[in-house]
């Protein structure tokens, strides 16, 4: 095998600290053949589907590349904006934020980018940038509050897979996860306390997180327990009482049972139940994007509403919000502990050249 080198190195180049934040990914544009090229990458990821690969080759290509892309390109043409997907702008302007934030605690010389999973910017072109930009610590920070190795251990994956390829690796960290991080839970508090100031509190706060098969549960996956863990720290800080709030999931497809109980179906039940006005947030979603602006904030809407709901409100997620990057800053300092900003050697390059370098 060939190790990748990188062109531009140079023993006069000083080592930095980078922090690269991620998320799970966007089609280019919302037509059918971006998004082609978006579900057959993010769905063909073992990681995603757990099926057996020669029976998932058959489905996905056969059918549900023949069918979900100009399905998916009509919902995704109704989020995009003049800045494109919602979840690739947020998360751009994240980063930006994340840098102003560290920098303004004192961290110079840090490189702090962002990357998608699946999609653009792609995970092995961003580091191949920062790796350009003299990074030799690397912090990976992805944007998932609770672990799931659907989400979290796929960016691991992904990381991984780029390293196989590299002569010269950073020095790598890695965040699993953030749900019970008390700046996180503050942050997210904050947030709906910010929309009840405006609008009044509803019956019921729902909490929806994006849902996973139930088998991954069963094998031993901790995701289902890091969400109940966060509702319940997140209805802590807001002092709720029992019955004032409820965890849900959403997002599923196909036949098999998924995380109970289902979003879409509780919604459509709460009205009968007496419940007529109810606000929707999602602590596992870092910023919005199609499932939270058209599915829950559309979709989900309608089905309230016709079973007889009178009142529905999603609260926006953290996205930039100062608190949440503050936040997020905790936690890069948190997890850079012990690594001090690498200081400038000039005589670095005559030293190697002496030894017969060329640059």
Same mark, same amino acid.
């Given at each position: 095998?060939?190790?990748?080198?990188?062109?531009?190195?140079?023993?006069?180049?000083? $080592? =930095?600290?980078?922090?690269?934040? *991620?998320?799970?990914? *966007?089609?280019?544009?919302?037509?059918?053949? %971006?998004?082609?090229? @978006?579900?057959?990458?993010?769905?063909?990821?073992?990681?995603?589907?757990?099926?057996?690969?020669?029976?998932?080759?058959?489905?996905?290509?056969?059918?549900?590349?023949?069918?979900?892309?100009?399905? +998916?390109?009509?919902?995704?043409?109704?989020?995009?904006? $003049?800045?494109?997907?919602?979840?690739?702008?947020?998360?751009?302007?994240?980063?930006? %934020?994340?840098?102003?934030?560290?920098?303004?605690?004192?961290?110079?010389?840090?490189?702090?980018?962002?990357?998608?999973?699946?999609?653009?910017? +792609?995970?092995?072109?961003?580091?191949?940038?920062?790796?350009?930009?003299?990074?030799?610590?690397?912090?990976?920070?992805?944007?998932?509050?609770? @672990?799931? %190795?659907?989400?979290?251990?796929?960016?691991?994956?992904?990381?991984?897979? $780029?390293?196989?390829? =590299?002569?010269?690796?950073?020095?790598? =960290?890695?965040?699993?996860? @953030?749900? $019970?991080? #008390?700046?996180?839970?503050?942050?997210?508090?904050?947030?709906?306390?910010?929309?009840? #100031?405006?609008?009044?509190? %509803?019956? /019921?706060?729902?909490?929806?997180?994006?849902?996973?098969?139930?088998?991954?549960?069963?094998?031993?996956?901790?995701?289902?327990?890091?969400?109940?863990?966060?509702?319940?720290?997140?209805?802590?800080?807001?002092?709720?009482?029992?019955?004032?709030?409820?965890?849900?999931?959403? +997002?599923?497809?196909?036949?098999?049972?998924?995380?109970?109980?289902?979003?879409?179906?509780?919604?459509?039940?709460?009205?009968?139940?007496?419940? /007529?006005?109810?606000?929707?947030?999602?602590?596992?979603? +870092?910023?919005?994007?199609? &499932?939270?602006?058209?599915?829950?904030? &559309?979709?989900n809407r309608e089905y309230f509403e016709h079973a007889g709901g009178e009142r529905y409100e999603y609260i926006s997620a953290l996205n930039d919000r100062p608190e949440h990057i503050s936040a997020l800053a905790d936690l890069v300092q948190l997890h850079m502990s012990g690594w001090e900003t690498p200081q400038a050697?000039?005589?670095?390059?005559?030293?190697?050249? #002496?030894?017969?370098?060329?640059?």
């Amino acid at each position: 095998m060939k190790f990748q080198g990188s062109p531009g190195f140079t023993h006069a180049q000083q $080592d =930095r600290i980078g922090v690269l934040i *991620t998320n799970l990914g *966007t089609p280019d544009a919302p037509t059918p053949s %971006a998004l082609h090229r @978006y579900l057959k990458q993010f769905l063909w990821d073992p990681r995603v589907v757990e099926v057996p690969r020669p029976i998932w080759w058959l489905i996905l290509n056969g059918v549900i590349l023949n069918i979900r892309p100009r399905r +998916s390109a009509k919902s995704y043409a109704t989020v995009f904006t $003049d800045e494109g997907s919602p979840l690739l702008f947020h998360t751009r302007h994240q980063a930006g %934020a994340l840098a102003k934030a560290l920098q303004s605690r004192g961290h110079e010389g840090l490189v702090v980018d962002f990357a998608m999973r699946y999609g653009n910017p +792609s995970i092995p072109s961003v580091l191949e940038n920062m790796m350009q930009q003299g990074v030799r610590k690397l912090l990976v920070l992805p944007l998932y509050p609770q @672990y799931s %190795a659907s989400t979290t251990a796929s960016t691991f994956d992904a990381i991984s897979a $780029d390293f196989t390829k =590299r002569r010269l690796l950073p020095e790598l =960290r890695f965040v699993n996860h @953030y749900h $019970d991080f #008390a700046p996180f839970i503050a942050a997210a508090a904050e947030r709906i306390k910010a929309h009840w #100031a405006e609008h009044g509190r %509803a019956d /019921k706060l729902m909490l929806s997180y994006h849902g996973v098969p139930k088998k991954y549960l069963l094998n031993g996956d901790p995701y289902h327990c890091e969400c109940h863990k966060t509702s319940r720290l997140l209805a802590e800080a807001l002092e709720l009482k029992e019955g004032e709030w409820m965890t849900t999931f959403q +997002s599923r497809f196909g036949r098999e049972e998924w995380l109970k109980p289902y979003t879409d179906e509780t919604l459509k039940a709460l009205p009968g139940q007496g419940v /007529k006005s109810v606000q929707v947030f999602c602590p596992g979603f +870092s910023a919005d994007c199609l &499932e939270t602006i058209e599915e829950i904030g &559309e979709e989900n809407r309608e089905y309230f509403e016709h079973a007889g709901g009178e009142r529905y409100e999603y609260i926006s997620a953290l996205n930039d919000r100062p608190e949440h990057i503050s936040a997020l800053a905790d936690l890069v300092q948190l997890h850079m502990s012990g690594w001090e900003t690498p200081q400038a050697d000039p005589q670095r390059q005559e030293r190697a050249r #002496a030894k017969g370098a060329e640059k």
